[in-house]
């Protein structure tokens, strides 16, 4: 077969030096499904936002349907067929799924838009392609999966043939990714190309015809799908072998560090987002929360950090209630917490690396001294800590916004690890890092309880949680429906069945092991 | 005056006509208020832009004796004007309220400033004889007991600012520019993706505004008073403001609100004759103005929390249709 596209010895320099593209030659064949991998900063989007008219390449060209392609915004893009959707959202909040899908495109009548013919255009299209959507509901008020297949659509109906997308699943539950897929494989069906930007490799292998890996601004190598493994793809990412699956010794499981019982919260709105939920974590165990996200996870870990106020219950850490407590109480009492959002909770992104690395400690010694803060300790801390944690920089002294998202979550992590917590609450530590980070950081949760801290681990990425956890716990619409005492035991399937709700344990059954 | 005169006088006819022609100076530049801030390019100097336009109407139809003249005279002024404010902010990068500070200060002084000039007075522009523009009386519903008195008789203006107001919802939710405009404002980079030109789009939305809030400023000085004074606007330009969030940002809210402004400005005047300190009775539509802001504001915050509660109750039910669906 022909390629579509053909990119050729593409070479792209930033402005501040950096080459983020350095002679890529990537195809792709017309109706494939074609999966670009590689770690964060490997350069896969960069090449992607040239094929998109969103960065000028410094040298080489691309070849579109046998003829040399100029790109020199996204509408050239979008007139030659090639549609991306983007990892955030380009939506109006505020406007309809039609009129969202039509924008600066619509049909009008004496100077007037047609909306009939939006809503028309919008079914007729969701129709012809299977991707379900309202075509008059508001952005506002539906759901993540089906914003972005209105993103789909909207450039279907700018006519694309080629359709980037860029790390769809990340925002998707394990439901809307299976429904994605569907999609994708419909859009292939119909003679469109997909090209899928993504760290999983699981989905890799699920949904695509071949596979280009990148590393270091370089392709490795492009495969077909039958060729390849999971452990063979993250080899070719990383340039070595990786863990995917954790070796860890056995549990030596402790006194309880956490007792949380009978604990509620309602939201502000009045949602009541945790039920009576009552269970321990025991000092030497990693203990795993899975449940499809929104199911209470969230505020579970903001309550118990102290973020958020419980309506009712309690939470003890050596027979004191933290529920009450502000943060830097929480924190003093020896709980350590990677927050879920590290670009907002986790870090403070224009502040250095070093600052970012002292916010928990800065008010005692040795960090303080007298009234001021001692620069030379901060320094001090801050090379131990870019050392032991591998933080890729070339010092302290840069903004933590200059980082790549695995390396801003390793500041996270040093920080973190380095407090010498009792109890470690982990909210999706490896979310949206590449494979050499998220393999490290899996490596330090499991060193940090085989030390004997006790952790809390919610991930929405369950294997993650089985890799991980020694026990399971399960949470339904902020219930926990059921207690996996061996988490070694449990395979996915089950799990499924408890996270959708269908199947929960008795409360006398799951007391006994809680 | 006693109270009952006074009361009286509220009940009229004559009382609900002084409303609208009051309101009319505060209609108009809170539709271009609309229209900007919808676009994302809040405009503070609408008071500014009323100011000049009123006086670029005044001394233009003074010197050429033609009312028309004159009005287009403030129309092109107060457009000018605004896109003074869109080339600071949009292509030389100023922060919009600085500017539009920066640019109000300078109506108020830079209008005395030539009105001393002109005439050698710095308070008004009696000494001209500017024009007014004419009064319109509705045929029909001129004979109409109450209503003729109330519908009929005003100046073009006021008759304007009611047909610019369903102009102004066509345009902004039914043609293709309007829906640019909003989306704009919404979320730029979304905008910019689908192709839409970001700061022309912003650059338009300013210069309307400029058109209405010049509008409002001739409607001052050539119809509702027949001469310039110094800083006549006293504050309308800020209670347009304050009427697009008092009405949701959507141009009937923004009228209405405008209404309710012209409403308290009219029962001051009425007050104005009864023997309480006068300083009181101006207080009336700024107060107004803060209540009602206020009472907005909380409103506003219930309803939020109630979407919030909708959309996340809305959120599990899809869920489960998914569920449903992939099973």
Redesign the interface.
Same mark, same amino acid.
Request: charge should be negative; glycine fraction near 12%.
């Given at each position: 077969m022909t390629p579509i596209i053909e990119m050729r010895d593409i070479v792209k320099v930033y402005p501040n030096g950096v080459v983020a593209n350095d002679g890529v030659n990537f195809s792709v064949e017309k109706g494939e499904i074609h999966a670009l991998v590689g770690e964060n900063g490997a350069g896969k989007t960069t090449l992607m936002k040239i094929l998109y008219g969103l960065e000028r390449p410094t040298e080489g060209e691309i070849n579109y349907k046998d003829r040399l392609l100029e790109l020199n915004s996204?509408?050239d893009a979008?007139d030659n067929g090639i549609g991306m959707v983007?990892q955030n959202? &380009?939506?109006?909040? !505020?406007?309809t799924v039609a009129?969202n899908i039509v924008? %600066?495109? +619509?049909k009008?009548r004496s100077?007037?838009?047609r909306q009939d013919q939006a809503v028309q255009d919008t079914e007729s299209l969701a129709k012809e392609y299977g991707l379900?959507v309202d075509a008059n509901a508001i952005i +506002? !008020?539906?759901?993540v999966? &089906?914003r972005q297949r209105v993103e789909i659509l909207?450039t279907l109906y700018?006519g694309a043939e080629i359709l980037i997308l860029d790390e769809p699943t990340a925002v998707l539950?394990p439901? +809307?990714t299976? +429904?994605l897929f569907k999609a994708i494989r419909a859009l292939v069906d119909q003679g469109k190309t997909v090209i899928f930007i993504t760290h999983k490799l699981r989905e890799v292998k699920e949904i695509s015809d071949r596979v280009t890996v990148m590393r270091a601004g370089k392709i490795v190598g492009t495969l077909k799908i039958e060729e390849v493994t999971r452990e063979g793809l993250a080899r070719m990412m990383v340039g070595r072998d990786v863990l995917l699956s954790v070796d860890k010794p056995p549990s030596d499981r402790g006194q309880a560090v956490l007792q949380v019982h009978d604990l509620s919260y309602v !939201?502000?709105? %009045? /949602?009541q987002m945790l039920k009576n939920m009552s269970f321990n974590v025991y000092a030497g165990e990693i203990l795993g929360i899975a449940g /499809?996200e929104?199911n209470g996870q969230t505020e579970l870990v903001e309550v118990l950090t102290g973020l958020r106020e419980a309506s009712t219950g309690a939470a003890y850490i050596d027979s004191r209630d933290i529920l009450q407590a502000d943060p830097r109480v929480v924190r003093m009492a020896g709980v350590a917490h990677i927050p879920e959002d590290r670009l907002t909770n986790g870090l403070a992104l224009l502040a250095t690396i070093d600052e970012n690395l002292i916010v928990d400690r800065y008010f005692r010694a040795p960090i303080k001294k007298g009234f001021r803060i001692d620069q030379g300790a901060v320094k001090k801390l801050g090379n131990r800590l870019i050392e032991e944690y591998d933080i890729r920089t070339i010092n302290g002294q840069v903004p933590v916004s200059s980082l790549s998202g695995g390396n801003m979550q390793k500041v996270i992590v040093a920080r973190e690890f380095s407090s010498d917590p009792k109890l470690l609450i982990a909210a999706q530590p490896t979310r949206g890092i590449d494979v050499g980070a998220t393999e490290f950081v899996r490596q330090e949760l499991v060193v940090k309880r085989t030390e004997g801290t006790a952790v809390l681990l919610v991930s929405a990425d369950l294997s993650e949680v089985m890799s991980l956890s020694d026990r399971i716990i399960v949470m339904y619409?902020g219930e926990i429906t059921g207690v996996f005492p061996d988490a070694s035991t449990v395979t996915e399937e089950e799990l499924g069945l408890y996270m959708?709700g269908v199947q929960r344990q008795d409360v006398e059954e799951m007391e006994a092991v809680l | 005056m006693p109270i009952d005169v006074v009361i009286r006088g509220i009940l009229s006819p004559l009382f609900i006509a002084s409303i609208l022609r009051i309101s009319t100076p505060i209609i108009l530049p809170a539709l271009g208020g609309l229209i900007s801030d919808l676009a994302g390019v809040i405009n503070i100097a609408l008071e500014g832009i009323m100011l000049v336009s009123a006086f670029a109407g005044v001394i233009v139809s003074a010197y050429t004796h033609n009312v028309w003249l004159g009005v287009l005279a403030g129309m092109v002024v107060g457009i000018l004007y605004a896109l003074l404010l869109a080339l600071f902010h949009l292509y030389l990068d100023t922060d919009i309220i600085l500017a539009g500070i920066a640019l109000n200060i300078m109506a108020a002084g830079g209008t005395i400033f030539l009105l001393f000039i002109l005439t050698g007075d710095k308070g008004n522009s009696s000494t001209l004889a500017s024009g007014a523009v004419p009064t319109v009386t509705i045929p029909f519903i001129d004979s109409i007991p109450w209503l003729g008195t109330i519908f009929s008789g005003h100046n073009i203006f006021t008759y304007l600012a009611f047909i610019f107001t369903g102009l102004v919802y066509v345009f902004l939710y039914k043609t293709p520019m309007g829906v640019h405009l909003r989306a704009v404002g919404e979320n730029p980079v979304a905008a910019e993706s689908v192709g839409i030109n970001v700061k022309r789009t912003q650059a338009i939305a300013i210069a309307l505004s400029g058109f209405f809030a010049s509008l409002g400023g001739l409607s001052l000085s050539m119809a509702y008073l027949t001469l310039f004074q110094n800083n006549m606007t006293a504050g309308r330009g800020f209670i347009a403001l304050a009427a697009v969030f008092l009405g949701g940002r959507t141009p009937l809210g923004t009228t209405i609100a405008s209404i309710i402004f012209g409403f308290a400005d009219a029962l001051a005047n009425q007050f104005g004759s009864l023997d309480i300190p006068p300083q009181w009775v101006q207080m009336i539509p700024y107060a107004a103005t803060v209540i009602a802001l206020v009472i907005y504001s909380l409103r506003r915050q219930a309803k939020q929390r109630e979407r919030l509660r909708r959309f996340q109750e809305g959120e599990i039910d899809d869920t489960k249709t998914a569920e449903a669906g992939s099973d």
């Open positions: 996204p509408l979008i983007h959202f &380009m939506l109006i909040p !505020s406007f009129e924008l %600066g495109e +619509e009008t100077g007037l838009i379900r +506002e !008020s539906i759901n999966g &089906m909207k700018r539950t439901q +809307e299976q +429904e !939201s502000d709105t %009045g /949602v /499809v929104g619409e959708l | -």
